[in-house]
């Protein structure tokens, strides 16, 4: 079975700072590695994900992670973070074979202050 | 850009009511899930569903639960007899493979 765990439930910065939202796994089996952002009352969006090849995934709108198999972590980053970067992040993992359920972490709420 | 749709956006019912959530998943996406979110938790698995049956289930779906791909768009996730705990944001999602879900933009259900 799988596990997801983040550290943070919280992490507060201020615009334009830079952030990192740290996710680790556990798991006996090859995963796939997601994170997934909630916006204020609406649902969940896939913003990044690790298949296979180049540990170091972006998005469209400036986020990364980097896959690190020695420390089983997919931590999210973002160099430079907009108000509009306010929301709640889940990590989540899934096996590579059967019917690939996915499962989430507790999620972190980043809210970027002025 | 194709996306998974769910109705209805609120259901509120009584204890003990039985309710039907609806999902009409990606065209053609293969896997459908239900996942439920309690306000202020994690999002839990609860059930996924391939080649017209049951794939694999959580122990939170039980037998007050069940699923159904009535026809070629629907998946529908039914509670028999509601209880104040299935308070929740029910999620469905599809995939085609890759275990990548698409995710509908939820059902809060409200139990009184």
């Known amino acids: 079975a799988q596990s997801v765990t983040q550290l943070d439930s919280q992490v507060p910065v201020f615009e334009e700072a830079p952030v990192e939202l740290r996710c680790n796994y556990s798991?006996?089996?090859?995963?796939?590695l997601f994170w997934y952002v909630q916006y204020p009352n609406q649902g969940l969006q896939l913003l990044l994900k690790?298949?296979?090849?180049?540990?170091l995934v972006e998005s469209i709108n400036g986020f990364e992670a980097e896959f690190n198999k020695s420390q089983t972590s997919f931590h999210l980053r973002k160099p430079s973070v907009h108000i509009s970067d306010t929301a709640e992040y889940f990590c989540?993992?899934?096996?590579?074979?059967?019917?690939?359920?996915?499962?989430f972490g507790q999620g972190t709420r980043l809210t970027i202050n002025p | 850009e194709p996306e998974v749709t769910q109705t209805p956006s609120h259901q509120v019912t009584q204890m003990g009511q039985e309710v039907i959530l609806r999902c009409v998943p990606i065209?053609?996406?293969?896997?459908f899930y239900w996942y439920r979110q309690i306000l202020g938790q994690k999002v839990e698995f609860l059930v996924s569903?391939?080649?017209?049956?049951?794939?694999?289930k959580s122990e939170i779906f039980d037998d007050q639960f069940s699923v159904e791909r009535p026809d070629g768009s629907n998946f529908t996730l039914k509670i028999r007899s509601t209880k104040l705990e299935d308070s929740a944001m029910y999620f469905c999602?599809?995939?085609?493979?890759?275990?990548?879900?698409?995710f509908g933009p939820g059902t809060r259900l409200t139990v009184l």
């Open positions: 798991s006996s089996v090859s995963v796939y």
């Open positions: 065209s053609n996406h293969l896997y």
């Open positions: 999602a599809s995939s085609y493979t890759s275990g990548e879900g698409f």
């Open positions: 569903f391939y080649n017209n049956e049951i794939s694999e």
């Open positions: 989540a993992v899934s096996e590579t074979q059967g019917a690939q359920k996915l499962v």
């Open positions: 690790y298949l296979s090849g180049s540990t």
